[in-house]
């Protein structure tokens, strides 16, 4: 049973809502005292946030817009806690002072440096960790920190890269030369002209854009860290604790990120009305299909005296009919199957070029730098054999991405260069390793020996030469000649004063793998694989034979069309 009645007095709606307007008080009060310093202080709730050209993690484009992984989450969090967010545009170093002078309330994408601790006040989640790394041209000769004797450097000026790098070589005895210049772009650009030899980038814009040039990774990293956000010492922990919370969540949730980066919109649905060309082709079609209908019956009596002699041939239709449609079944399947083979390779080589080469380089780093300090001849002993058996894993990585890369190429673009040029320029770069061993690299081009070849061949005859000092005895003589070919072509030839390879071996040497049972030199086994696949990509040959000049040895040529 129900009972209603009305008491005199304040009413129940009454109370409610005054009750209502009381807790909404509380509860403003104790959001004002939370609020964090920077914006209780401003009544327009506008935050501050310093951009610095940081590619691909924040980018100025050319409208002056800001953009970015790291500008669309802290604009997500501005959206969320109800922040009007006010970019200020600058280098490294103007939002550095615009930080000390508490000009802005947020520097984004930062690297977290215990030094910087004493300064300024830093997030404690990471979005992501970057490093150094360095590129260099093929054929260079740079493998590692000992080879940048007398090298350029090309660097961004405003790099907290470059400058650990700059400070770590100070110590040594290393004689180099930096090349400063105003973004990465332009530091890969020289390195790929030339005009460099070495170029230090951040990881993250490697990745993202190295396939734009014909560059080389090495294999060594620069100070790994955390890229966070940066706020002012003196700012409120609260705000500090917001970022964090919201970060986090974008951690835990990967769908999180890209709610910002979607445009809400509105579907439009526009009425379509049929043109009057198009009525009229329907109206035509209608009267054809009705005649067709008309003359159907009026034939209907002939057509059936030819149905009994056309049923054979109907059945006789539709089996082969039904074979061909079988076959293009199982065509499409293994096409499909092709296809997901295909797009596996591909993924195997990114994952050997990024997820497998960048912990192999990051312990090459720590190695180095252990093997630097350490004093312990048994622990420095030790470390010499992690150093040699990872950079063997390195250079496997690395050939075979460079060969997957290769086998995925179907043809190059040419241009006309000298073959003796860059026979002369490959041997310069190997002569510290041929110096090494007091071998003498013997070269003396008669005149010029044009051919259309891609600049990838400098690698084919860095490759042979490299072998040829690599197997050969201190003290001798390895020969690099040039001679006409079919008169069309020319005949590039690499001899030296090695063991040899047998006739058993000498088929299989320019397989995957295959060494020739040299068991006591270090190498991968892919460089001849390499080769192989560049020469085919120029329509040239290879091969190998005794050494016709003495008792011992090897010829390794190629073929190349002028």
């Not at 545009?89 to 802005?104: P, T, Y």
């Amino acid at each position: 049973m129900h009972s209603c009645f009305k008491r005199e007095g304040i009413s129940p709606e009454t109370k409610y809502f005054r009750s209502r307007g009381i807790l909404k008080f509380l509860i403003l009060v104790f959001l004002i005292l939370l609020m964090p310093t920077s914006l209780a202080d401003n009544s327009d709730n506008v935050v501050r946030i310093g951009v610095f050209p940081n590619e691909p993690l924040v980018s100025f484009s050319e409208n002056e817009d800001v953009t970015g992984p790291y500008v669309d989450i802290i604009g997500a969090i501005a959206e969320d806690e109800g922040w009007e967010v006010t970019y200020i545009r600058g280098s490294w170093e103007e939002n550095l002072e615009r930080l000390d002078n508490s000009d802005i309330d947020i520097l984004v994408a930062v690297p977290h440096s215990p030094e910087m601790d004493e300064k300024y006040t830093f997030t404690s989640e990471s979005i992501t960790t970057a490093w150094g790394v360095a590129y260099t041209y093929a054929g260079s000769g740079i493998r590692s920190m000992q080879d940048l004797q007398g090298k350029q450097i090309a660097v961004y000026s405003s790099d907290i890269f470059y400058k650990d790098l700059n400070a770590s070589l100070t110590n040594t005895n290393t004689s180099f030369q930096f090349v400063e210049v105003d973004s990465y772009g332009e530091v890969l650009e020289l390195v790929n002209e030339k005009e460099a030899d070495v170029g230090i980038v951040s990881n993250l814009y490697g990745d993202a854009f190295e396939k734009e040039y014909t560059l080389h990774k090495m294999s060594f990293v620069i100070t790994p860290t955390d890229m966070v956000f940066a706020l002012p010492k003196n700012s409120s922990s609260q705000m500090v604790e917001t970022i964090d919370m919201h970060v986090e969540q974008l951690k835990e949730n990967p769908t999180y990120i890209y709610r910002f980066s979607q445009d809400s919109q509105s579907a439009n649905l526009n009425t379509w009305e049929s043109p009057t060309w198009l009525k009229l082709t329907v109206g035509i079609g209608g009267g054809l299909l009705l005649l067709f209908i008309i003359l159907s019956f009026v034939l209907k009596n002939q057509i059936e005296t030819k149905t009994s002699e056309l049923n054979s041939k109907n059945r006789e239709l539709e089996i082969e009919v039904r074979e061909r449609m079988a076959a293009e079944k199982k065509l499409k399947q293994y096409f499909k199957q092709l296809k997901h083979s295909n797009e596996l390779k591909d993924l195997f080589t990114d994952i050997l070029r990024h997820d497998l080469i960048n912990p192999a380089t990051v312990v090459k780093g720590y190695v180095e730098h252990l093997l630097e300090y350490e004093e312990d001849e048994q622990k420095t002993t030790a470390l010499k054999v992690i150093e040699r058996n990872n950079l063997k894993l390195i250079e496997m990585i690395e050939n075979a991405s460079r060969l997957a890369k290769l086998e995925s190429v179907e043809e190059l673009d040419f241009k006309e260069l000298d073959i003796g040029s860059i026979l002369e320029e490959v041997i310069q770069n190997l002569q510290p390793k041929a110096d090494e061993k007091q071998i003498e690299i013997e070269f003396n081009p008669e005149k010029n020996y044009p051919a259309r070849v891609n600049t990838i061949i400098e690698e084919v005859f860095s490759n042979l030469i490299s072998n040829s000092i690599k197997y050969s005895p201190e003290g001798t003589k390895v020969k690099v000649k040039v001679s006409e070919w079919n008169n069309s072509g020319w005949k590039i030839s690499i001899s030296d004063e090695g063991e040899g390879i047998s006739d058993r071996d000498k088929p299989l040497i320019f397989d995957r793998f295959e060494r020739a049972g040299k068991t006591n030199i270090k190498g991968t086994g892919l460089g001849l694989a390499i080769v192989k696949r560049i020469m085919e990509l120029h329509d040239g040959d290879v091969g190998v034979e005794d050494n016709p000049s003495g008792e011992r040895g090897s010829v390794f040529w190629v073929t190349l069309n002028r």
